[in-house]
């Protein structure tokens, strides 16, 4: 295990200079005086994010320093022990980030999928790290998190659990918190209807609900999530995952008792998916 206190020196650094590090780390654990937690192998990276390597932590940057720079402007800067929690928290590509911001023992994690805690702890990953079960509560105490983000987390869950999971957000967010996250926009639909016959692994998957898309578009347009089941079993059961495309509407209607909505990104030329900042009234 890593010793999870960064040096000051490391701390003190811009995010640019963070990143080099980062991307460093990739090669060798040891770095700067610091231990920095492993990564997974490539097959693994590319399962729960899509890439590996290098390319993963450019892609994370931009939402990273999104994040930071939202969060300052609406008055809730990442500084040393404001509590962070990453919902979906994967193999910890986003707790290595903020683990420079907030400090191990103000960064969490937590996930649905054991096997995704394991191996944060296998890694050696920064911050505290706790299992979800379907239909639970998070494991934290009301108003106890400053700030929560959940990247590519949203854009899988039918409406049941999205409902589920954001009142619980909403329970451990402190007023004036921040929750940053992506969403799959109107133009994901439009990904899937344009996908080639022959298409395969998670594109196949999207290219049999092609013929579903104008009737997705319009449950989009009328303000639900337009949802594509995925088949599978157990933890991803078409009742608890597969791929959703959620309207700006669905968000205002369902989550204004708790959140105002500060910004949304819709920009495919810095993001695949949309990403949607709210605070905690």
């Given amino acids: 295990m890593p010793d999870h206190d960064l040096p000051p020196a490391i701390r003190a650094l811009d995010d640019r200079a963070w990143l080099d590090l980062l991307l460093k780390s990739l090669v060798s654990r040891d770095v700067a005086g610091a231990t920095f937690p492993a990564f997974p192998d490539?097959?693994?990276q590319r399962r729960f994010v899509g890439a590996d390597g290098p390319s993963t932590l450019h892609e994370a940057f931009s939402f990273y320093t999104l994040l930071k720079?939202?969060?300052?402007?609406?008055?809730q800067p990442l500084s040393d022990g404001r509590?962070?929690?990453?919902?979906?928290?994967?193999?910890?590509?986003?707790?290595?980030?903020?683990?420079?911001?907030?400090?191990a023992e103000a960064l969490h994690g937590c996930d649905v999928w054991p096997q995704a805690i394991d191996l944060c702890r296998d890694l050696g990953v920064p911050g505290n790290l706790d299992r979800l079960y379907h239909w639970g509560r998070?494991?934290?105490?009301?108003?106890?998190?400053?700030i929560v983000m959940s990247y590519s987390v949203f854009t899988h869950l039918p409406e049941a659990p999205h409902r589920?999971?954001?009142?619980?957000?909403?329970?451990v967010l402190r007023p004036g918190g921040i929750f940053a996250l992506t969403l799959e926009p109107r133009r994901f639909?439009?990904?899937?209807?344009?996908?080639?016959?022959?298409?395969?692994?998670?594109?196949?998957?999207?290219?049999?609900?092609?013929?579903?898309i104008p009737a997705l578009r319009g449950q989009f347009d009328a303000g639900d999530i337009a949802f594509l089941p995925s088949g599978a079993e157990g933890d991803f059961a078409s009742a608890?995952?597969?791929?959703?495309?959620?309207?700006?509407?669905?968000?205002?209607?369902?989550?204004?008792?708790?959140?105002?909505?500060?910004?949304y990104v819709?920009?495919?030329?810095?993001?695949?998916?949309?990403?949607?900042?709210?605070?905690?009234?």
């Avoid at 998070?138 to 400053?146: E, K, Q, R, T, V």
């Avoid at 205002?252 to 105002?260: G, I, K, L, P």
């Fill in 240 to 263: 608890l995952y597969g791929d959703a495309a959620v309207p700006l509407a669905f968000i205002e209607r369902h989550w204004s008792d708790w959140f105002t909505i500060r910004d």
């Fill in 42 to 44: 490539a097959e693994t």
């Fill in 83 to 103: 509590a962070f929690l990453d919902f979906g928290c994967g193999w910890g590509r986003f707790l290595r980030f903020f683990w420079k911001d907030v400090g």
């Fill in 138 to 146: 998070l494991p934290y105490a009301d108003a106890s998190m400053d």
């Fill in 266 to 281: 819709d920009d495919p030329g810095r993001f695949f998916q949309a990403v949607l900042v709210v605070q905690r009234k």
């Fill in 164 to 171: 589920h999971w954001v009142a619980e957000i909403a329970r």
């Fill in 69 to 75: 720079d939202r969060a300052a402007a609406l008055g």
């Fill in 189 to 212: 639909l439009d990904f899937v209807e344009a996908l080639p016959e022959g298409a395969t692994g998670w594109e196949g998957d999207l290219r049999r609900h092609a013929a579903r």
